[in-house]
T-cell receptor
Framework: DTGVSQDPRHKITKRGQNVTFRCDPISEHNRLYWYRQTLGQGPEFLTYFQNEAQLEKSRLLSDRFSAERPKGSFSTLEIQRTEQGDSAMYLC???????????FGSGTQLSVL | QKEVEQDPGPLSVPEGAIVSLNCTYSNSAFQYFMWYRQYSRKGPELLMYTYSSGNKEDGRFTAQVDKSSKYISLFIRDSQPSDSATYLCAMSVDDYKLSFGAGTTVTVRA
């Protein structure tokens, strides 16, 4: 068990570019979550998958954001036409259906210049 | 007003002291309560998990939940320099959408 893995760890991009992040959950976990954390704040919920189904999306997830989890395994989070306000740490977490505890990855730090 | 309030600190204590952290919340429907530890540039690490009210102890850590006062606490006994981190409280109504506090930065001085 290697824990939740996120790639890349850091991403620097120019405003207007598209970026994609990947998350590999703990292997036996069927639930996967994306959170966003800005400096000095706690993480904020973005979206949640159970297997391949995206069950809830936060109002924070604008039309420029899309998340997928094909085949219920890894997940990707894409941000189109990035804005400076998108700069944050994007955290992925996973849990099993029988245990509510969320385990987080180390995050992807996005900087939009 | 935020749903979860947490004093950001910073909190500085000498090694061996008891660290006391707390959060208040406004949503009476919260029933899952957690404390996470976060080191710089790392993801949050689950420390304590409590369902509903009561106390829970794990080694040097004790978590308390008082639903009647909408108040939760974390105590760290015999604090060590390695405990220096940001501590985040989190809570949820269901078991997946967590509401976090802003985090309290703790420094334990050797």
């Amino acid at each position: 068990d290697t824990g939740v893995s996120q790639d890349p760890r850091h991403k620097i991009t120019k405003r207007g570019q598209n970026v994609t992040f990947r998350c590999d959950p703990i292997s036996e976990h069927n639930r996967l979550y994306w959170y966003r954390q800005t400096l000095g704040q706690g993480p904020e919920f973005l979206t949640y998958f159970q297997n391949e189904a995206q069950l809830e999306k936060s109002r924070l997830l604008s039309d420029r954001f899309s998340a997928e989890r094909p085949k219920g395994s890894f997940s990707t989070l894409e941000i189109q036409r990035t804005e400076q306000g998108d700069s944050a740490m994007y955290l992925c977490a996973s849990s099993s259906a029988t245990n509510e505890k969320l385990f987080f990855g180390s995050g992807t730090q996005l900087s939009v210049l | 007003q935020k749903e979860v309030e947490q004093d950001p600190g910073p909190l500085s204590v000498p090694e061996g002291a008891i660290v006391s952290l707390n959060c208040t919340y406004s949503n009476s429907a919260f029933q899952y309560f957690m404390w996470y530890r976060q080191y710089s540039r790392k993801g949050p690490e689950l420390l304590m998990y409590t369902y509903s009210s009561g106390n829970k102890e794990d080694g040097r850590f004790t978590a308390q939940v008082d639903k009647s006062s909408k108040y939760i606490s974390l105590f760290i006994r015999d604090s060590q320099p390695s405990d220096s981190a940001t501590y985040l409280c989190a809570m949820s109504v269901d078991d997946y959408k967590l509401s976090f506090g802003a985090g309290t930065t703790v420094t334990v001085r050797a």
